[in-house]
């Protein structure tokens, strides 16, 4: 179905957004001088049709390029075809809603979310058979008594029928969530779900955490490559002694001889994406 209406999407959206933007021209236009009123009204009509114009021509163009990419997708594997089906939806419709949509952060953030989640559940059914009680409103009592970035926290706060619960230990439950939440556990959840994992999916995952290390090498990575050998001037030059130094952050600083990501790489990226605090990770023991 999606694939069906793929085309139609394309039209209704780039269509309204045409109509969009011919009413916010017209109306950012309306409260121009009165003396050039007729000059005015003219000009409108002409940058309105010539937006229309260019606006047909981007809506022809991204038409072909969707129907081109959509046969040639349909050569391919099913995990290739669903892959680009969704990417072209989510080209034209601006909802990111497939992985290649993710930012590089989107990933950790998405994957440490998950386990923090299947985490809070553990407890929650030990604190279900404790206390006997599998009521809905329990579950609100739980999840408004820890404080473990879960969305199921703000939900629970707006049932009120959890006040009608006592017995939880709130710093119990703090100690158990963090106890499993350290520092060293994330760092293999990092490890185990993205760059050691199979499942499907998880290469591409790891291909944008790998072009992310690429493109923020620390800018003093490389002083004694420059110190040691003779500086040219060179464009051709300067680019190949870049790639060889990005290279060199890459497989000797970021994996060790057996391609397995190291614990300095991955307190680094956690850092500067600011999932980690700094002085929090300056203390790891690595």
Same mark, same amino acid.
């Given at each position: ?23 916010? +021209? ?33 809506? &022809?163009?991204?038409? #072909?390029?969707?129907?081109? /990419? +959509?046969?040639?997708? #349909? ?25 290649? !949509? ?57 049932? @009120? ?14 100690? &158990? ?30 291909? &944008?955490?790998?072009?992310?290390? /690429?493109?923020?090498?620390?800018? @003093? ?21 870049? !790639? ?20 300095? !790489?991955?307190? +680094? ?12 990770? !300056?203390?790891?023991?690595?």
């Amino acid at each position: 179905m999606l694939c069906l209406n793929l085309l139609t999407t394309v039209k209704i959206a780039l269509k309204y957004s045409v109509n969009i933007q011919i009413v916010n +021209f017209l109306h950012d236009n309306r409260n121009n001088d009165s003396n050039n009123n007729e000059a005015d009204t003219n000009n409108t009509k002409t940058n309105s049709s010539n937006i229309y114009t260019s606006k047909e021509q981007e809506i &022809k163009d991204l038409l #072909a390029f969707i129907n081109d /990419r +959509f046969n040639e997708t #349909a050569g391919f594997c099913k995990t290739r075809w669903d892959r680009d089906i969704v990417n072209m939806f989510s080209m034209v419709t601006g909802a990111n809603i497939g992985l290649d !949509a993710l930012f590089p952060e989107d990933v950790i953030l998405q994957t440490l979310y998950t386990e923090r989640k299947q985490l809070a559940e553990s407890i929650l059914h030990e604190m279900k058979s404790k206390f006997d009680n599998n009521d809905v409103h329990f579950e609100s009592y739980f999840y408004d008594s820890i404080r473990f970035g879960l969305p199921e926290e703000r939900e629970a706060h707006k049932d @009120g029928s959890r006040l009608n619960y006592t017995g939880l230990d709130r710093s119990e439950l703090k100690s &158990k969530l963090n106890a499993n939440y350290t520092l060293t556990k994330i760092l293999e959840i990092v490890k185990s779900r993205i760059f050691n994992s199979t499942v499907n999916g998880s290469q591409l995952k790891r291909e &944008k955490l790998i072009n992310w290390l /690429r493109a923020n090498r620390p800018e @003093g990575y490389g002083c004694w490559f420059y110190s040691s050998s003779s500086r040219s001037s060179s464009a051709s030059s300067s680019s190949d002694n870049n !790639a060889l130094l990005t290279e060199s952050w890459i497989y000797d600083e970021c994996f060790d001889e057996d391609y397995i990501i190291r614990d300095s !790489a991955l307190i +680094f990226m956690l850092c500067k994406m600011r999932i980690l605090k700094i002085k929090k990770s !300056a203390l790891l023991k690595l």
